[in-house]
């Protein structure tokens, strides 16, 4: 079964950094827009980043544009987000997945398990 494992979370403290990765087992990686999403306990699930196939153009929602960087390498089938200057807001379990277009970020399949990010004060 096609899936997607995402894993690099954990606690951090406020001001830290982590790089999330998210592993594809599917062939369509190196031809699919990418994005990752977050959901906050209580909260609807929303968008973080999105990249092209190309990797040429990138997408940052504005809670996490200077923070954050998306990226991936296409012969790893692997997706990164580096998050740095982590805000006890970015608390969260943070997903990735195929989308439409890496500035419209509506996903293409089904979720992964997600990886939780923890910040604290």
């Known amino acids: 079964q096609v899936q997607l494992v995402e894993s690099g979370g954990g606690l951090v403290q406020a001001g830290g950094s982590l790089r999330l990765s998210c592993a594809d087992s599917?062939?369509?990686?190196?031809?699919?827009?990418m994005g990752w999403f977050r959901q906050a306990p209580g909260k609807e699930r929303e968008s973080v980043a999105g990249?092209?196939?190309?990797?040429?153009?990138?997408y940052y929602a504005d809670s996490v544009k200077g923070r954050a960087t998306i990226s991936r390498d296409n012969a790893k089938k692997t997706l990164y987000l580096q998050m740095n200057s982590l805000k006890p807001e970015d608390t969260a379990v943070y997903y990735c997945?195929?989308?439409?277009?890496?500035?419209?970020?509506?996903?293409?399949?089904?979720w992964g398990q997600g990886t939780q990010v923890t910040v604290s004060s």
């Open positions: 599917g062939r369509s990686f190196s031809i699919s827009d």
């Open positions: 997945n195929a989308v439409t277009s890496s500035s419209n970020l509506t996903p293409l399949r089904s």
């Open positions: 990249i092209s196939w190309t990797g040429a153009r990138t």
